[in-house]
């Protein structure tokens, strides 16, 4: 899932993401921003989020609670939710597992995620544990909050009944307990005994060691209920997709892709290339002989430095799309050696292939 953090997954047109190109199925909101900015009353005036940004397909969002917790100092954590002041305005906010839910209902979108608490990568057992137990409190609140709601009508906003699908939000409870293997497995089994449409995997990805995330991911995972979607939170890097995919996992969301675009940074499938060096200044190869996107078809290493070092928007522009077509493809080609068998030989040549350096 590209990241739309305020509305906008950033320097792309929807029109792109829904082009045979991309192809983008689902993209995500985050609900801290557009509860702040425009406000979550404003969106439900304009129709929901679908209609407000002109999106009909898919959208998740989180459930402000990741934001909220990484602003530090800031915040303050009890029982009932958390206090802390607006980013924007610095007015007083109070963020609960109801608001969440209400907020995310004004939203609209298809998915919902619960409220919960993270634990930094590197949490005692016994700091873990109490994140863990309030994760599984707030679950419980947000699954009967979010059930009234929709009783009340909430919905995506697309009301009439289509692709299957009744209008209805889905719901998505979270797995926390940070490296802490045990507390993963009862974070587990005290969410999937509260019951969601789907399961995630947060608070990795948050300082903690690659090789730790790696072995919570192929421990938990498999044993998150079959017949629902597993989702691993804030990851990663194309190497991270393909092993959290062998390890179990379903859907993920990572701001890589566009953010590391604006920077400059290109992902291709040997590996990240930086348009900054100046050894592509008179490079007329396009960023990924592999890749078919329409930036590769189009345009050189060289130009592409070239606007990037003038401080041109389209270096940008093009550096984001070419990122979203690599990870999309990714993904896609992923789904196609699974349903052919052939994962395993796919997963080891794409990691040969991506660490063997730029050409
Ligand atoms: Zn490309």
Known sequence: MPVGTVGTVKGTRFEALESEELDARIILGNTYHLWLRPGAETVAACGGLHKFMGWDRAILTDSGGFQVWSLGDLRKINEEGTEFRSHVDGSPRFLSPEVSMQVQAALGSEIVMVLDKCAPGDAEHDVARESMLLTARWAARSRARFDALQKEGADTGRLEERDGLSGAQALFGIVQGASHLNLRRESLARTAEIGFDGYAIGGLSVGEEKSVMYEVVERIA????????????????????????????????????????????????????????????????????????????????????????????????????????????????????IRSGDF?????????RINSGIE
């Open 222 to 337: 498999p044993v998150m209920p079959k017949e629902k979607p597993r989702y691993l939170m804030g990851v990663g890097t194309p190497e991270d997709l393909i092993e959290c995919v062998g390890r179990g996992v379903d859907m993920f969301d990572c701001v890589l892709p566009t953010r590391n675009g604006r920077t400059g940074q290109a992902f291709t499938s040997r590996g990240k290339l930086n348009i900054k060096n100046a050894r592509y200044a008179r490079d007329t190869r396009p960023l990924d002989a592999d890749c078919a996107c329409s930036v590769c078809r189009r345009h050189s290493r060289a130009y592409l430095r070239h606007l990037y070092a003038t401080g041109e928007m389209l270096a940008s522009i093009l550096l984001t799309h070419h990122n979203l077509a690599f990870f999309l493809d990714t993904m896609r080609r992923v789904r196609q050696a």
């Open 344 to 352: 395993t030989r796919f997963r080891q040549e794409f990691i040969e």
